[in-house]
Nanobody
Framework: QVQLVESGGGLVQAGGSLRLSCVAS????????MAWYRQAPGKQRELVAH???????NYADSVKGRFTISRDDAKNTAYLQMNSLKPEDTAVYYC????????WGQGTQVTVSS
């Protein structure tokens, strides 16, 4: 079992930055990939970025060049650095970890004002 706790969300003006953190606990040695998803009101949850245990990353086209996913295995933590934020980035952001199962955090709200 893996437990995930996100933090770092908040209200920011367009063009600003935020860094989200996701701390994993439990059987963290089994995690093969960590990811960030987001869900805006009335929309489906979508993948923002993922990072494998080997460090390979992938990003949604809408965030390429603005967001950076990283992980610190010593701290069992994944990060999402979000720069040049836009109002359309407003959503609840969820951390996801994958071994043979999928695990989800409780979500953290990001609101970008215009």
């Amino acid at each position: 079992q893996v437990q995930l706790v996100e933090s770092g969300g908040g209200l920011v003006q367009a063009g600003g930055s935020l860094r989200l953190s996701c701390v994993a606990s439990g059987t963290v040695f089994s995690i093969v990939m960590m990811a960030w998803y987001r869900q805006a009101p009335g929309k489906q949850r979508e993948l923002v970025a993922h990072i494998t245990s080997g460090g390979s990353t992938n990003y949604a086209d809408s965030v390429k060049g603005r967001f950076t996913i990283s992980r610190d295995d010593a701290k069992n933590t994944a990060y999402l650095q979000m720069n040049s934020l836009k109002p359309e980035d407003t959503a609840v952001y969820y951390c996801n970890a994958e071994d043979e199962f999928d695990y989800w955090g409780q979500g953290t709200q990001v609101t970008v004002s215009s």
